[in-house]
Every structure is written in structure tokens, then in C-alpha cells.
């Protein structure tokens, strides 16, 4: 059955033309589109269609060709109209790539099927789409092996395992065909230069595949949970809670043990939060008796889960309390992300622009190496647990602290060394300095008085006994 199911297809497939160059008036049949997995030349048809019919929504860039001199056809799908969040803040971003393995033909299409998802929900006027799409960015590579795609194989053509070709513990594991060094292939050297150039500061990495149901979290070298294991427990917990069963797990005791992958690169190097997700292997030739859209109705359940909710997936600080004594400063702060942070600090800009941080004592290091403050020092900096709130006084020993100052946080979005920093200025309106009116003072002892009184009066009787 399934065998002359094939056969149809393929007769249907030979009947439409097919283009490397699309406009938005040329699109592919509903019947081809389900059931026949797309080639390079159909996914140039879709993607340049996209770009046509939607052009306040899309952008389509090349970032980058095959060996064998293919585009890297990158989506990047955002309310354009809006360069900010409506607040003014900066939207979140996502990043997502599929095809590494050209014969993982499921995991491209989860790629695609998340990309039409936002692009139609947008034109269809749905509302979550468009909440979505006006605070954040989806960067979308759909298909990086594409010559690996049409001769539907794992490797590149150079016989490159393009998801070991990761310059994060390279051939370091058993593992076949890495490539002779470390982004030594064209395809995985342009995600990388866009990761560190377009999307470095990405909230949430996302990469597809094919092959056992279910989605891996760093590490893939080592058995231990990664530093960031309470978001990723959370994510486990909420999507097998409400949405699928997938299994969630570390990457090397869920699968096998695997270096050199996009998925460590974007966690141990970029700092991004990751996972590879793995649609199931039952792949029938190049196309699907089940239509795709059915087939991976859960798996995109899933990513819209994480796509909505990608504002949690990092460490987010908010003060709640800041008050002034003196030199000493009583903060109280909370963390409304589901990410912790290892390596908060408070700090104060005069109103020349000059920064300091809390005194710290002389026997250790200074909390700056360079110029740039090290934070992460016991003693400059302090913990913040996901969804946790702290007090904690600091000293400013030494600073004058005024009301034209500005008070900053500093903190890193994640516990991963690798994570990106934060700077955020903390809301004057929490922010009050305590006198002796309010009682917030202690008010000089008893005592105190008396005796100044008494030293007063001996000074006033010494000077008039002296000649």
C-alpha cells in the first residue's frame, strides 16, 4: 500500500513545476505540500512566496551557500512595523535551524511548519500570532544541508556529519566523519557566523531532527545535568504536564553520547538556552501517507510553548525595594524568569557617568580585571534563584551617593559561563533613602549625649581658667 502511495505522489510531484525562483503568485498544491517532503527547489519556492505575499512580516536573507553552492535561505519573521516590544524594550529572539542531516526529512519539516505557522496565523489575523510576532524575533534556517537534502543522505557532500562539524569539544567523542577541523564546511561555518553576528544574544536555540521522538538538552559530552538544569527541569515538567509526553533529557544519557553539535555550541559557547528536537524516524522514502501538518501536530504544539513563553527561559531581575543609608545600600530583589543567576551586582552611576560597585575587603581581588567588572567574585557578586527573591546590603563604601545618581543591575541571563550579561536600571520609584525622621535612623544614645554635654561644658571651663 504504502509503496504505490509513493508512486502517486511522485506522479503528482513530476505535474507541478518547479522553480528555484518563485513569485507570490506561484505555490505548491495542498496534496504536494502534505505528503511530499520538500526538496532545495521547493523550499526556494515557498520561502521567496513568503517573502512576496508577506512582506511586513518577512524578511528573506541568503547567509550562505552549500558546498555545493546552494543558498542558506534564512527566514527572519517579526511585526517589522515595531523595532521595539510596545513598552520599548527589546523583543526576544529565537533561533531555529533544521536539515543538518539531509535525510532527516521530519525535523526540516518541523522547521517549515513553525515558520507557516506565524506567517499564516499573521495574514489570518490570529491573535496569539500577532502577540507573538510584535515582542519577538524567529530567525528561522530551515534546511542548512540542502545538498545532503536531495540526495537524501546524513552528510554533506563532502561525507560530513555537519552536526559534529561544532566548534565545542570537536572529535572529542567516538563519532564518524567530524570534518577535518572544526567548521571546516560551508554550511556549518555560516550558522555560526550568524549566531555570533545576527542573533548573539538569541533567548532560546532551537535545532530539528530525525530519528528517536524525542528532545535533547545539553550536554551531549557528559552525563551531568548543565548548569542551567532548574529551566530545563521546569520546560520538562510543563510540557509532559500539558502538552505531550515526549521524553526531555540530557542529551548524552537520552541518546548517546555526542560532541562537536550545534546544540553544545549554542549552550557552551553562545549561552543560549538549547535543545534538539527529534521528530520520530518511521520517514516512508520522501514523502508521508499522513499529512505533515497531522503527523507533527504535537511537535508543533511544543515549539509554540516555548516560542510564547521565551520571555522565562533566562534569569529576569526586578527590584523591588532599594533603600539608601548612608554608604550602605538595602536592596530586595526578585527573579521572574525560570533561569537562575550566580553573579548579580548593584551598581551606582554618579552623575558623571562614573561607575562603582560595593566595596569589597582588602585581602581579595578586585571585582574589575580590564576594566570590566568580574562579578562572578565571591564577594562582588550574588545569587538569585529562579522565580526567588533576596535581600542583601551592599556597601559603597567611600561614594557619595546622590539623588542625581542612577542605580543599575548587572547580572547574566543565565548560570552558563557562557550566558550573556544584563544591564538594567533600576526603577527610581523603588528606590528611597532612610533619615531620622522616619525612624529608619538610629537616633544617638542616651548616653552619648550626656557624655558630649559633660566634654562640652569641661572644654568651655578649661578655656576660661587658661590665661
Given at each position: 500500500m504504502r509503496r504505490w502511495a509513493a508512486i502517486i505522489l511522485t506522479s503528482l510531484m513530476l505535474t507541478v513545476p518547479?522553480?528555484?525562483?518563485?513569485?507570490?503568485?506561484i505555490g505548491q498544491p495542498d496534496i504536494i505540500q502534505e505528503h511530499w517532503y520538500h526538496s532545495y527547489a521547493t523550499l526556494t519556492l515557498d520561502v521567496n512566496a513568503w517573502a512576496d505575499d508577506y512582506p511586513e512580516?518577512?524578511?528573506?536573507?541568503?547567509?550562505?551557500?552549500?558546498?555545493l553552492g546552494r543558498n542558506l535561505w534564512m527566514l527572519q519573521i517579526s511585526d517589522w512595523?515595531?523595532?521595539?516590544?510596545?513598552?520599548?524594550?527589546?523583543?526576544?529572539?529565537?533561533?531555529?535551524d533544521g536539515g543538518h542531516h539531509g535525510n532527516e526529512h521530519l525535523g526540516t519539516e518541523l522547521a517549515f511548519l513553525v515558520a507557516e505557522y506565524y506567517i499564516e496565523g499573521w495574514g489570518?489575523?490570529?491573535?496569539?500570532?500577532?502577540?507573538?510576532?510584535?515582542?519577538?524575533?524567529l530567525h528561522i534556517l530551515i534546511m542548512l544541508n540542502a545538498d545532503g537534502n536531495d540526495f537524501d543522505t546524513r552528510w554533506n557532500v563532502n561525507q560530513v556529519d555537519l552536526n559534529r562539524n561544532y566548534d565545542h569539544y570537536w572529535n572529542t567523542c567516538p563519532t564518524t566523519q567530524p570534518g577535518s577541523s572544526a567548521f571546516s564546511e560551508s554550511e556549518t561555518l555560516a550558522n555560526s557566523i550568524y549566531m555570533n553576528e545576527v542573533v548573539p544574544h538569541a533567548d532560546l536555540y532551537i535545532t530539528m531532527h530525525t530519528g528517536v521522538w524525542i528532545m535533547l538538552y545539553p550536554w551531549g559530552k557528559w552525563p551531568e545535568q548543565?548548569?542551567?538544569?532548574?529551566?530545563?527541569?521546569?520546560?520538562r515538567d510543563e510540557v509532559n504536564s500539558n502538552i505531550s509526553d515526549i521524553p526531555i533529557r540530557n542529551a548524552n544519557q537520552g541518546l548517546y553520547p555526542n560532541c562537536g553539535t550545534s546544540r553544545d555550541y549554542g549552550y557552551g559557547v553562545m549561552g543560549y538556552p538549547t535543545f534538539t528536537f527529534e521528530t520520530d524516524d518511521e520517514q516512508f522514502l520522501l514523502g508521508s501517507i499522513e499529512a505533515v501538518s497531522d503527523r507533527l501536530g504535537e511537535e508543533?504544539?511544543?515549539?509554540?510553548?516555548?516560542?510564547?513563553?521565551?520571555?522565562?527561559?533566562?534569569?529576569?531581575?526586578?527590584?523591588?525595594?532599594?533603600?539608601?543609608?548612608?554608604?550602605?545600600?538595602e536592596l530586595s530583589v526578585s527573579n521572574l524568569g525560570r533561569a537562575s543567576t550566580a553573579n548579580a551586582t548593584l551598581v551606582y552611576i554618579d552623575e558623571d557617568g562614573t561607575e562603582f560597585v560595593p566595596s569589597i575587603s582588602l585581602e581579595k581581588e578586585p571585582c574589575t580585571i580590564e576594566s570590566q567588572f568580574n562579578y562572578s567574585l565571591v564577594g562582588c557578586g550574588f545569587q538569585v534563584n529562579a522565580t526567588n527573591s533576596t535581600q542583601i546590603i551592599l556597601d559603597f563604601e567611600g561614594v557619595k551617593i546622590s539623588e542625581s545618581g542612577q542605580f543599575a543591575l548587572h547580572y547574566q541571563k543565565r548560570v552558563v559561563d557562557a550566558s550573556m550579561w544584563a544591564i538594567e536600571e533600576v526603577n527610581n520609584s523603588v528606590v528611597g533613602i532612610k533619615s531620622v525622621e522616619s525612624g529608619l535612623l538610629?537616633?544617638?544614645?542616651?548616653?552619648?549625649?550626656?557624655?558630649?554635654?559633660?566634654?562640652?561644658?569641661?572644654?568651655g571651663r578649661n578655656s576660661r581658667i587658661e590665661p
Open positions: 518547479v522553480a528555484p525562483i518563485a513569485s507570490a503568485q512580516i518577512v524578511n528573506l536573507l541568503v547567509v550562505g551557500q552549500t558546498e512595523s515595531q523595532e521595539t516590544k510596545p513598552d520599548g524594550s527589546a523583543k526576544e529572539v529565537v533561533y531555529i489570518d489575523g490570529e491573535q496569539e500570532v500577532l502577540d507573538v510576532l510584535a515582542t519577538t524575533e548543565p548548569s542551567d538544569w532548574e529551566m530545563y527541569h521546569h520546560i508543533l504544539d511544543v515549539m509554540n510553548y516555548l516560542i510564547e513563553n521565551v520571555w522565562y527561559w533566562r534569569a529576569r531581575l526586578v527590584v523591588d525595594s532599594l533603600a539608601i543609608d548612608g554608604s550602605r545600600v538610629p537616633a544617638p544614645s542616651v548616653i552619648l549625649v550626656l557624655f558630649s554635654i559633660a566634654l562640652a561644658a569641661i572644654n
